[in-house]
């Protein structure tokens, strides 16, 4: 039997081809190997939270705030509103002069009243960047005793399962937040 020089060059690429395809699974094998070895846990950071009494005064303080806030709305929108009911009860009798005066003046309060509404609850508001300094300490705390416990404990990974991370399916002995609350000292027996 003779071979062509197209036979082997395709018996090449055949075998270049089954020693990447041997390869690919080796390389899978290995990763599926280490990956089986690493140790991952997660903790529910909102939970522990909670439980920290330096929380509830923080809420306390942003809630109390933001009320304060929201009744100066409450005002500016009141007197947009009687702005708008004196208008319309007096509109017949203004001359296009004033008429116009009188709108550019109800404009100009509802332009204030936006701007104030995003400059306190906006996404760059005030209530978020104190929100933001306010847990910045209680946070850390949090960090700092899960580093200390998957340090210990030899944990690959931690999720915080609070902040948007979807579990499908994860095994309670890989909780650490009771863990987490207990190296802050936080009493879990009151739950």
């Known amino acids: 039997m003779r071979f062509s020089t197209h036979d082997s060059d395709l018996t090449t690429q055949v075998a270049k081809h089954i020693l990447h395809t041997i390869s690919i699974f080796c390389v899978l094998s290995a990763g599926t190997i280490y990956a089986q070895n690493q140790k991952i846990g997660f903790i529910d950071s909102e939970l522990i939270m909670q439980q920290m009494p330096e929380y509830t005064g923080i809420e306390q ?3 109390l705030l933001s009320e304060t806030w929201r009744q ?6 009141n007197e947009i509103a009687e702005l708008e009911r004196d208008f319309e009860a007096r ?3 203004f001359t296009s002069e004033i008429r116009e005066q009188r709108l550019g003046e109800i404009n100009r309060k509802k332009t204030e009243l936006e701007r104030l509404i ?4 906006g996404p760059r508001g005030e209530y978020f960047t104190r929100q933001k300094e306010l847990l910045l300490p209680i946070q850390r705390l949090i960090f700092d005793a899960l580093t ?3 340090s210990r404990d030899g ?3 931690v999720f915080d399962r609070s902040d948007g ?4 399916y994860a095994r309670q002995e890989w909780n650490l937040t009771e863990e ?5 000292g936080i009493d879990i027996t009151r739950n």
């Open 180 to 184: 987490v609350m207990l190296e802050l």
């Open 61 to 63: 303080r942003l809630s």
């Open 155 to 157: 944990f690959d990974f």
């Open 165 to 168: 991370t979807r579990f499908l």
């Open 148 to 150: 200390r416990i998957a």
């Open 72 to 77: 100066e709305i409450r005002e500016k929108e």
């Open 91 to 93: 509109e017949i009798l």
């Open 118 to 121: 995003e400059e306190k609850f």
